[in-house]
C-alpha cells in the first residue's frame, strides 16, 4: 500500500513535471518556438456568426502570413489557438484563462460582444497579456487598463451617429426604444442615442427591454406601437432584432427599425426577412464602397470563404495584422526583448517584459492602414474611426453615408 502510495506519488510527480516542461515549451505543438496568440468568441450561441466571423478574419490573417512571411514573426512561428466561449460571459472568462495558463498565449484577439470582453479584459490585464477586442464598442472595455484595446470606434460616437441620422437625416421627432438589458453593449447604446437624440430636439415616447434569448416580443411592440413613434430604435445583436422585426410587423407597426453594429450578420436578414425593408443601421463598413484596400479583402475573403466579410470579420482582420505588425516591429528593434515572446519562455520574467513592450508597440498604432479604415489608437486606446449607415431595401444591405468622428 505504502509502496504504491509512493509510486503513484512518484508518477503524479513525473507528469508534473513534464506538464512544466510542456509549459516552459509553450505548449509548442511542433516543438519549435513560436508566437502564439489566443482568440475567444461565440462560435456557437444566439451570436455564432460573431465567432465565426472572428476566427475567418484571422484566418485569413494568418493565410497571408504564411503566403508572405513564411508563417513568422521574426523567427518564430506564429500559432493561432481559438476558443469557443458559447456566447457566455463566464465561459469567455473562463476560456481566456485556459488561453493564458495553459496555452501561454503571448497576446489575445476578442471578444466581439462587449459583455463578454468585459468580463475576459480583467484576466489578460492581469496577467500582463495584451487583449484587442475587434469590435466591443462599450467603453468601459479598454477601461479596464492599459494591456485592453479596441480596432473600432466606441458607443457614445455611434450613439450619436445613429441620434443625428434619425434627426437630421430621416427628420424624426419620435422615437422609441428596445434595449437588452442583459446587453453592456445595448444599454449603453440606448442611453448614448438618448441623450444625442433629445440634445437633437426629439423625444424618446417609449421604452421597452428584453434579454438576449427571448423569443417573444408581442408584449413590448404592443407598448411601442401605443406610443406611436416614427421609428424604433433596438440598440441589440442580429437574432432577436430579426425576430422583433418580424413580430413588428405582424403587429402592424409601420414605424421603421433603426439599430447599431450589433446587426451586423448574414444571418440578420435570413432571420428578419422583409420586414426589415426600411431599417437603417449603423456599422464599421459598407462592402459596396469602393475603397481598392477594402475591395481587395472581400476579393481574398471571397476566394477563401465563398461568401461576402461581414465588419467582424474585417476587423479581427485588422486586429491579428495590428498584432502581427507590433511583434514583428519589437523583432527589428529590440530582438532581445522580442525573443520572450517565444512559448520556450512562457511564464518567465523575460516573457512579462516581452508582453509589456508589445503593449507599448500596441499602443502606438497611428495612421495603420486597416481594411476597416485607418486605425490610429488614442490615450485610451480605442480607435477614431467614422461609421457608415446601411439601409437595408429588397433584402440588401446597402451604403447609405459616412459620419466622421
Ligand atoms: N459592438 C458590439 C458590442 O460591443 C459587438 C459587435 C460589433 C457586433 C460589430 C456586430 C458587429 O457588443
Known sequence: MKLRTSLVLGLLAIAAFSAGCGGAGG???????????????????????????????????????????GGKVGDLDVRAVVEDDQGKPEEAATVVQKLINQDQVAAVIGEVA????????????????????????????????????RMCFIDPFQGTVMAKFAATNL?????????????????????????????????IVAEAAYSAGDQDFSGQLTKIKAANPEAIFVPGYYTEVGLIARTAKQLGINAP????????????????????????????????????????????????????????AGLAYDAANVIFDCA???????????????????????????????????????????????????????????????????GKKVYNTTINP
Not at 450561441?45 to 475567418?56: H, L, N, P, V
Not at 470582453?117 to 487598463?145: F, R, W, Y
Open 328 to 394: 514583428q516591429k519589437l523583432h527589428d528593434t529590440d530582438p532581445t526583448t522580442f525573443a520572450g515572446l517565444s512559448s520556450a519562455k512562457a511564464g518567465t520574467p523575460e516573457r512579462k517584459a516581452a508582453c509589456a513592450k508589445l503593449r507599448d508597440l500596441i499602443s502606438q498604432t497611428k495612421d495603420y492602414a486597416g481594411v476597416t479604415g485607418v486605425i490610429t489608437l488614442d490615450a485610451k486606446r480605442n480607435a477614431s474611426k467614422p461609421a457608415v449607415v446601411l439601409e437595408i431595401k429588397g
Open 171 to 203: 427628420n424624426l421627432k419620435k422615437v422609441a426604444i428596445l434595449k437588452d438589458v442583459k446587453s453592456d453593449y445595448s444599454v449603453g447604446l440606448a442611453q448614448y442615442f438618448t441623450e444625442a437624440f433629445k440634445a437633437a430636439g426629439g423625444s
Open 114 to 149: 462587449s459583455s463578454r470582453s468585459l468580463a475576459a479584459a480583467p484576466i489578460c490585464q492581469g496577467a500582463g497579456v495584451p487583449m484587442v477586442s475587434p469590435s466591443s464598442t462599450n467603453p468601459k472595455v479598454t477601461e479596464v487598463g492599459d494591456y485592453i484595446f
Open 257 to 312: 427599425l433603426l439599430g447599431g453594429d450589433g446587426w451586423e450578420s448574414d444571418q440578420l436578414i435570413q432571420i428578419g426577412g422583409d420586414a426589415l425593408n426600411g431599417a437603417y443601421y449603423s456599422n464599421h463598413f459598407a462592402v459596396d464602397n469602393p475603397e481598392p484596400r477594402l475591395q481587395d479583402f472581400l476579393k481574398k475573403f471571397k476566394a477563401k470563404f465563398q461568401k461576402d466579410p461581414d465588419a467582424i
Open 27 to 69: 505548449g509548442s505543438k511542433s516543438g519549435k518556438a513560436e508566437f502564439v496568440i489566443g482568440e475567444y468568441g461565440s462560435l456557437t450561441g444566439s451570436d455564432a456568426t460573431f465567432g465565426q466571423s472572428t476566427k475567418m478574419g484571422v484566418e485569413l490573417a494568418m493565410q497571408e502570413l504564411t503566403a508572405n512571411k
